[in-house]
């Protein structure tokens, strides 16, 4: 069934008549189109005769015994209005894609800490278990068929996806992504799948894949060579950014089978991350990396130390989120108000600030005003999914549109709809900060507000066939980590022409989904990607400059304040300028 833009009516075997509408588009896929609908996740294949021969209905029958609260098994066949088979479907799975919860900025953004990566860990090992009980392989558990619900009841847990994909009875795989095959397997078996499994899960703990770093004798991201001669982070000689958690964080009988798994060949069924046990603990391997082309020297200022709530987000206006929920000034140092989602956002607005918070999943909105900080409640018709900011610039997504929100004073303050910009589907759109991409039956689109009143949609064919993972955009520039099909990480910087009619474009290797960067408004980024060295670049001249200093790490995690740079480490806030 090839992709359809406008609405479909099928049969859900089991369920009766459903209707797909353009709005419930999620992806297109290899084999086919995913949608969400009430509730329900619909696989629409496309070629439907494929899926015939391939006998999916006996394959969906045998998996539908798997379905629990972590495994998001087939449920039934999809039938077109003629009664044929044309696809699957499943429940919905609403999370976080697994990548993300890798990165120290989606951890201290979502209040993600040791105890809870243990707990999912562990409820990862329960679904692999459950799956081997059911005669079942996953095959391929990477990264990106695992989702992770950190909201509502039983949470931190996981959601196992693209379970049709599993062998099972008489209908076998052999597709896995390379970053996490066992290439010492020539056959996949229960142990492949720990194997894999652990991979992702180390990553959970520690923000690396167990076989990245650096490594003498080794390219960048020539994880598969290494995975073959077992030179793993706990090789001699490979060293990490200050970035990757310390190996201490894992349980140590679980951090003694990853030696033994990673770095000695050995295949087993990994301990639960509860298991106690007093085993050597080894730190991660460090190693600044110092060029000798810097120019210039470097201030550190700190701004906000305030040790029980340690910062963990900077907004462009220079506000600043705490651990505890409080929002502070960094300008007066005063406390302005709170948020309780780490999602919320602030934005600086005639004589005070505008927070947009979400409570018990709803739409909170307060004006405080800067001079006395009194706040007022602001009433809101319009309902959406999520806040988006770019800059000081503030926008919510519905089910069509980003929405601008503006904030009006007629001798009260008011909110306000401003400019509208239709999107295809929010279930289609990632957001990230400061832009959306939109995926649009296999077409990658950029969704980018601009200047201060634009917002344009751009086409980004580069972005077709990867999975972006993170982003962030500012004036006529965007960086984004999209993970391709092989396990491999690539970051794309995009530099704009003033109207955005048009885009250079910048590609490199990325070791991870974690993307350092400030962006500042006058069009110069500061970025982080190796200890001791600070790269400072102005993307429309191509103007670069590399300063080494020891005291910079990629643990600093960079943000601006209007045209200051600022960062974030160890919860205390610091400016970073030249002198």
Same mark, same amino acid.
């Given at each position: 069934?090839a992709p359809n833009t406008?609405?479909?009516?099928v049969?859900l075997?089991?369920?009766?008549?459903?209707?797909?509408?353009?709005s419930?588009y999620?992806?297109?896929?290899? *084999?086919g189109?995913?949608?969400?609908?009430?509730g329900?996740?619909?696989?629409?294949y496309?070629?439907?005769a494929k899926?015939?021969?391939?006998g999916?209905?006996?394959?969906?029958?045998?998996?539908q015994p798997?379905?629990?609260?972590?495994?998001?098994a087939?449920?039934g066949?999809v039938?077109d209005q003629?009664?044929?088979?044309?696809?699957?479907? %499943?429940p919905?799975?609403?999370?976080?894609?697994?990548p993300?919860?890798?990165?120290?900025? &989606?951890?201290?953004?979502e209040?993600f +800490? +040791?105890d809870q990566?243990?707990?999912?860990?562990?409820?990862?090992h329960?679904?692999v278990?459950s799956?081997?009980?059911?005669a079942?392989?996953?095959?391929?558990p990477?990264?990106?068929?695992?989702i992770?619900?950190?909201?509502?009841?039983?949470?931190?847990?996981p959601r196992?996806?693209?379970?049709?994909?599993?062998?099972?009875?008489?209908?076998?795989?052999?597709?896995? %992504?390379p970053s996490i095959r066992?290439?010492?397997?020539?056959?996949?078996?229960?142990l492949t799948?720990? &194997?894999?499994v652990?991979?992702?899960?180390?990553?959970?703990?520690?923000?690396?894949?167990?076989?990245?770093?650096?490594?003498a004798g080794?390219?960048?991201?020539d994880f598969?060579?290494?995975?073959?001669?077992?030179?793993?982070?706990?090789?001699?000689?490979?060293?990490?950014?200050?970035?990757?958690?310390?190996?201490?964080?894992?349980?140590?009988?679980?951090?003694? &089978?990853?030696?033994? %798994?990673?770095?000695?060949?050995e295949?087993?069924?990994?301990p639960?991350p509860?298991?106690k046990?007093v085993?050597a603990?080894a730190?991660a391997?460090?190693?600044?990396?110092?060029v000798?082309?810097?120019?210039?020297?470097?201030?550190?200022e700190?701004?906000?130390?305030?040790?029980?709530?340690?910062a963990?987000?900077?907004?462009h206006c220079?506000?600043?989120?705490t651990?505890?929920?409080?929002?502070y000034?960094?300008?007066?140092?005063?406390?302005?108000?709170?948020?309780?989602?780490r999602?919320?956002?602030?934005?600086?607005?005639?004589?005070?600030?505008?927070?947009?918070?979400?409570? #018990?999943s709803?739409?909170?909105?307060?004006?405080?005003d800067?001079?006395?900080?009194?706040?007022?409640i602001l009433?809101?018709?319009?309902?959406?999914?999520?806040h988006?900011?770019f800059e000081?610039?503030?926008?919510?997504?519905?089910s069509?549109?980003?929405?601008?929100?503006?904030l009006?004073?007629?001798?009260?303050?008011?909110?306000?709809?401003?400019?509208?910009?239709?999107?295809l589907?929010p279930?289609?759109?990632?957001?990230?900060d400061g832009?959306?991409v939109?995926?649009?039956?296999?077409?990658?689109?950029m969704?980018l507000?601009?200047? *201060?009143?634009?917002?344009?949609s751009?086409r980004?064919r580069e972005l077709?066939?990867?999975?972006?993972?993170?982003?962030?955009?500012?004036?006529?520039?965007?960086s984004?980590?999209?993970?391709?099909?092989t396990?491999?990480?690539k970051?794309?910087e995009?530099t &704009?022409?003033a109207?955005?009619?048009?885009?250079t474009?910048?590609?490199?290797?990325? #070791?991870?989904?974690e993307?350092?960067?400030?962006?500042l408004p006058?069009?110069?980024?500061?970025t982080?990607?190796? #200890?001791? *060295?600070?790269?400072?670049?102005?993307?429309?001249n191509?103007?670069l400059?590399r300063v080494?200093?020891?005291?910079?790490a990629?643990d %600093?995690?960079?943000a601006?304040?209007n045209?200051?740079?600022?960062?974030?480490?160890n919860g205390?806030?610091?400016?970073?300028r030249m002198?």
């Amino acid at each position: 069934m090839a992709p359809n833009t406008g609405t479909i009516k099928v049969e859900l075997e089991g369920r009766g008549p459903l209707v797909l509408r353009p709005s419930d588009y999620v992806a297109t896929g290899g *084999e086919g189109s995913i949608y969400r609908a009430s509730g329900t996740t619909v696989k629409l294949y496309t070629d439907p005769a494929k899926m015939r021969r391939d006998g999916m209905a006996e394959k969906v029958k045998l998996l539908q015994p798997l379905g629990s609260e972590f495994i998001m098994a087939p449920q039934g066949v999809v039938l077109d209005q003629k009664g044929s088979p044309v696809g699957i479907y %499943m429940p919905f799975a609403e999370g976080e894609p697994m990548p993300r919860v890798f990165t120290n900025t &989606f951890r201290d953004r979502e209040k993600f +800490d +040791d105890d809870q990566a243990k707990a999912l860990v562990g409820r990862i090992h329960d679904t692999v278990k459950s799956a081997h009980d059911h005669a079942a392989l996953m095959i391929d558990p990477n990264e990106m068929n695992w989702i992770a619900v950190l909201k509502g009841k039983n949470v931190p847990s996981p959601r196992a996806i693209d379970v049709d994909s599993w062998a099972i009875g008489r209908f076998g795989a052999s597709v896995v %992504m390379p970053s996490i095959r066992d290439w010492h397997s020539k056959d996949f078996t229960k142990l492949t799948d720990w &194997f894999s499994v652990s991979i992702v899960c180390f990553q959970i703990f520690t923000g690396i894949h167990p076989y990245r770093g650096t490594l003498a004798g080794y390219k960048p991201g020539d994880f598969e060579a290494r995975m073959k001669k077992n030179h793993s982070v706990f090789h001699t000689g490979v060293s990490l950014n200050r970035a990757v958690r310390d190996f201490h964080v894992i349980p140590a009988p679980l951090l003694e &089978f990853y030696k033994a %798994m990673f770095e000695r060949g050995e295949r087993g069924i990994p301990p639960s991350p509860y298991d106690k046990g007093v085993g050597a603990v080894a730190p991660a391997a460090r190693a600044l990396r110092v060029v000798t082309t810097a120019s210039g020297a470097l201030m550190f200022e700190k701004l906000l130390d305030l040790t029980a709530h340690p910062a963990v987000r900077i907004f462009h206006c220079g506000a600043v989120l705490t651990a505890s929920g409080v929002v502070y000034d960094l300008a007066t140092n005063r406390q302005i108000g709170t948020l309780q989602s780490r999602s919320g956002e602030v934005v600086k607005v005639e004589d005070g600030w505008l927070l947009a918070d979400t409570v #018990d999943s709803k739409n909170v909105y307060t004006y405080v005003d800067s001079r006395t900080l009194k706040t007022v409640i602001l009433p809101f018709a319009l309902n959406g999914y999520r806040h988006v900011r770019f800059e000081n610039r503030l926008f919510l997504t519905t089910s069509t549109e980003l929405v601008e929100l503006n904030l009006v004073n007629a001798g009260k303050p008011l909110l306000a709809v401003g400019r509208r910009t239709s999107i295809l589907s929010p279930k289609s759109t990632k957001w990230f900060d400061g832009l959306g991409v939109q995926e649009a039956f296999g077409a990658n689109f950029m969704l980018l507000p601009f200047g *201060e009143k634009a917002c344009v949609s751009v086409r980004a064919r580069e972005l077709d066939g990867v999975i972006p993972v993170s982003g962030k955009a500012g004036n006529r520039f965007a960086s984004i980590i999209a993970m391709y099909k092989t396990g491999a990480y690539k970051k794309f910087e995009f530099t &704009f022409s003033a109207d955005y009619s048009s885009y250079t474009i910048w590609q490199g290797g990325a #070791d991870s989904s974690e993307l350092n960067i400030a962006i500042l408004p006058k069009g110069v980024c500061a970025t982080i990607v190796n #200890d001791g *060295e600070l790269v400072i670049f102005v993307p429309r001249n191509a103007s670069l400059n590399r300063v080494s200093d020891k005291q910079i790490a990629t643990d %600093m995690a960079l943000a601006h304040w209007n045209d200051t740079v600022v960062y974030i480490q160890n919860g205390a806030l610091w400016s970073l300028r030249m002198k």
